[in-house]
């Protein structure tokens, strides 16, 4: 039996590794694309115009003692060893750590929070304690929940990182691409080679944009071995010219390189820290794609094959370098490809282009789940979201910002023309992204990890040192291309702001002029109005109350469905809410008023469902809630008889086979039909042939009459089919608001509402059952 188990516990030890190593092939596609190509254009950036070289090769050394002592620490580091352990259950980037701090400490975003929405296992997987009373965690938590301006600068903070993502999503493939097309230069000769470079350059940008809507995992198989290949490639070219120039080039990892470098150099070197800076694009990568992978997986593949193949070509370039001089000043001749034998150069710019198209779809990729993440949180226009893979939850393509990204792409690369100013441009992107972090880290490291505040301090001090050090020197190229960057994260910076502040206004009115509980149940019973047959769907964004939006259609119209479901499709602060937590459903009033609240939770990284199937889930959750007859909690934390109002959390019925299900077919006639294993409860007979619905429940427990009877109109009312009413809202600056306020809300805000998707564009809602209200919200 010792030796059974034993056997078996090696089987599934086995399993287990081919994953995690299967895993780690897959990232060096998606992860590493960006990053693997960074020599293409470091050193020639580096030595473009500040610094160059002389006979004793301090400044390749200096160099190259940079690149190493970066790569080491920045990466490998900081990254690998230390921000991939800050995951939001398995998720990471900027706003994963965002929403770990949400969830730590009351400092959320998002208006419409509950304290249902802390019951989820999601929320509750990283076993959030609260920091001691007399520990400085506790006295910094209780700081932020105290003070609006720290959580909006929290907030600000995140959506820079966010902006300088979008920005890297606009250069990083204008780069990549253009410098792995310059080495066309060494074919067709320096004075005609700009004229093939930039069209070229952009026909790939083209091309590579126009595929994006069929997804990654098309494609994906192709990514792996491409920038394996490329690896493979440059490691071994390293390896070439480092026996064949300059077997001694590993001196040069010596720190005391770097202050022999800066002390010659002085402000030369110091500006020339910005195309150093380059050999760490992408780093962020392998924690913005955290949820594709696992952490082991991202780890080993950098440890162990990307990590060591990039200080092999920089060692390999700058031994190369130290026996080929410049000669008057000729910048070109410090590219990538002088350092490759002159027989394989062309094989090498094949692969070198494939493997910058892989970087570039990464980061692209990349830009799409940030403005998702956005998006939900409430922080960005709606746009149309298209799901490209049925498996992979982050394969998605946003048309409207694909396109805009192409565009920019173009107008930099035409724009710019050379990989001094897009390096320019890049490296102040990258260096801002990873300030963000560490910044962020910090307030992790306190109040999510509970460590000593003396940790975070050092954590801060040690690498914001050196990226303040990165920083300053991008910076100080403002006018050269770092001004891209710093103008297109001012844009979208308004952009959200502008969102979120009209958002949470408009939010605002709506809490402030609801409907009490007490109005809609004052009606009476028959409410005092026509009941037809079907149900209605009220969309809105309270998850309690009656929206003023429903008051001003009963006035105007005295008459609505047999079934009111009153909806909140809402986001909460955590990547995914599992399908047996997604429903909050209860009634709204007594039982034979035929109103409930449905309140449908999804996560910043969830997938929304079409709307066929997310109509048959949301009926399903109501009948399942009326069978079991569950007291739920209070939305608001008081007492069941003041409100009416109980919700209860319900599955989908893919999560609960054993509860209520809803099978729809052609028929003519409907009975109650029972079994000795489960029961169907039927619609009444009808006249004329159309779309039988019924419902097949457990046998046990049993159910009461008065249930039966809810569940047999919930049915009727499904047969006759689903009406979506939704409010049209006309938000303005009311009388006396400041002139920055009416310029944000009825100018900015209004044009970002009037040119985005609606708040029901998630559900696919149909136009021949969609009856709009409109209503001006003077906030």
Not at 404 to 415: F, H, K
Not at 732 to 739: E, F, P, V
Request: a positive charge; glycine letters at 6%; aromatic letters at 10%.
């Amino acid at each position: 039996m010792d030796l059974e188990t034993g056997v078996n516990q090696n089987r599934v030890k086995k399993e287990s590794w081919k994953t995690i190593l299967t895993l780690a092939y897959q990232s060096l596609g998606v992860v590493y694309g960006d990053l693997s190509t960074s020599p293409l254009y470091v050193y020639k950036s580096t030595f473009a115009e500040d610094i160059t070289h002389s006979e004793s090769n301090e400044e390749i050394y200096g160099v190259l003692s940079f690149v190493f002592w970066t790569l080491t620490l920045v990466p490998l580091l900081k990254y690998v060893f230390i921000v991939l352990k800050a995951d939001d259950n398995g998720e990471g980037g900027t706003f994963a750590l965002y929403s770990l701090l949400c969830r730590h400490a009351k400092v959320n975003s998002l208006p419409s929070c509950q304290l249902a929405d802390e019951d989820l296992s999601s929320y509750k997987k990283d076993n959030i304690i609260s920091p001691a009373p007399t520990t400085f965690g506790a006295t910094l938590k209780s700081t932020l929940e105290r003070h609006r301006v720290l959580q909006r600068f929290l907030l600000i903070l995140a959506l820079i990182g966010a902006c300088m993502v979008i920005g890297d999503g606009i250069l990083t493939p204008s780069l990549s691409v253009f410098s792995a097309v310059s080495g066309i230069e060494l074919a067709i000769g320096k004075e005609h080679h700009k004229y093939v470079e930039v069209p070229l350059t952009c026909v790939i940008l083209i091309a590579l944009f126009a595929l994006q809507h069929y997804g990654t995992h098309r494609v994906g198989f192709l990514f792996a071995p491409v920038v394996i290949i490329w690896l493979m490639c440059i490691s071994a070219i390293g390896v070439y010219n480092i026996i064949k120039w300059d077997r001694h080039v590993y001196r040069a990892l010596s720190p005391y390189y770097m202050y022999k470098f800066l002390k010659k150099t002085q402000r030369g070197g110091w500006m020339s820290l910005g195309g150093i800076l380059l050999c760490i694009t992408g780093s962020e990568a392998m924690f913005a794609d955290l949820g594709h992978f696992s952490q082991l997986s991202i780890q080993i593949a950098f440890t162990f094959m990307v990590y060591p193949s990039l200080i092999l070509a920089y060692m390999g370039q700058a031994a190369y370098l130290s026996q080929h001089h410049v000669i008057e000043n000729e910048s070109y001749r410090i590219g990538f490809y002088v350092s490759v034998p002159e027989i394989l150069r062309l094989p090498v710019l094949v692969i070198a282009i494939l493997a910058a198209v892989v970087g570039s779809q990464a980061i692209i990729t990349g830009t799409f789940s940030i403005i998702k993440q956005c998006s939900s949180l409430g922080c960005f226009p709606r746009v149309k979201i298209v799901n490209t893979s049925s498996k992979i939850h982050g394969q998605i393509y946003i048309p409207e910002i694909n396109w805009t990204l192409m565009l920019l792409c173009l107008a930099v690369t035409i724009g710019f023309r050379d990989t001094k100013r897009m390096g320019n441009a890049s490296g102040l992107a990258v260096i801002t992204v990873m300030l963000v972090t560490t910044c962020l880290m910090s307030l992790v490291i306190v109040l999510c990890w509970r460590k000593s505040v003396l940790l975070a301090l050092c954590f801060v001090i040690f690498f914001g040192t050196i990226e303040a050090l990165y920083f300053s020197a991008s910076l100080i190229k403002f006018l050269e291309g770092a001004w891209v960057p710093i103008v297109m994260a001012f844009a979208f910076m308004i952009v959200m702001c502008i969102w979120h502040y009209g958002s949470l206004k408009k939010y605002e009115f709506d809490v402030q002029n609801k409907v009490s509980v007490e109005w809609l149940l004052g009606l009476g019973p028959s409410l005092g109005i026509v009941r037809v047959r079907g149900i209605g769907l009220i969309h809105t964004e309270l998850v309690s109350g009656i929206p003023a939006i429903f008051s001003h259609f009963v006035t105007n119209l005295p008459a609505f469905h047999q079934v009111l479901v009153f909806l909140c499709v809402k986001s909460v602060p955590v990547p995914h809410v599992k399908h047996e937590e997604r429903f909050l459903v209860g009634h709204i009033g007594p039982r034979e008023y035929r109103i409930y609240r449905c309140i449908v939770r999804y996560g910043y990284r969830d997938a929304h469902k079409d709307d066929s199937e997310f109509e048959n889930d949301l009926v399903c959750s109501i009948a399942e809630f009326i069978r079991t007859g569950k007291m739920g909690l209070n939305v608001n934390g008081e007492d069941l008889r003041k409100d009416f109002e109980d919700l209860t959390v319900v599955g989908t019925p893919s999560t609960h086979l054993s509860g209520v299900q809803l099978c729809e077919d052609e028929d003519v006639s409907a009975e109650l039909v029972g079994t000795s294993e489960r029961k169907e409860i039927l619609s009444p007979r009808v006249t004329k042939p159309k779309k039988r619905v019924r419902f097949v429940i457990p046998e046990s427990p049993k159910i009461d009459r008065s249930a039966q009877e809810e569940l047999r109109e919930l049915m009727e009312a499904r047969e006759a089919g689903i009406a979506y009413i939704l409010g049209h809202s006309y938000v303005r600056a009311k009388q006396g608001s400041s002139l920055f306020k009416k310029i944000a809300i009825n100018f900015g805000y209004d044009f970002l509402r009037r040119n985005s998707r609606p708040s029901t564009y998630t559900l696919s809602v149909p136009h021949a059952s969609t009856l709009e209200v409109g209503m001006v919200y003077n906030v």
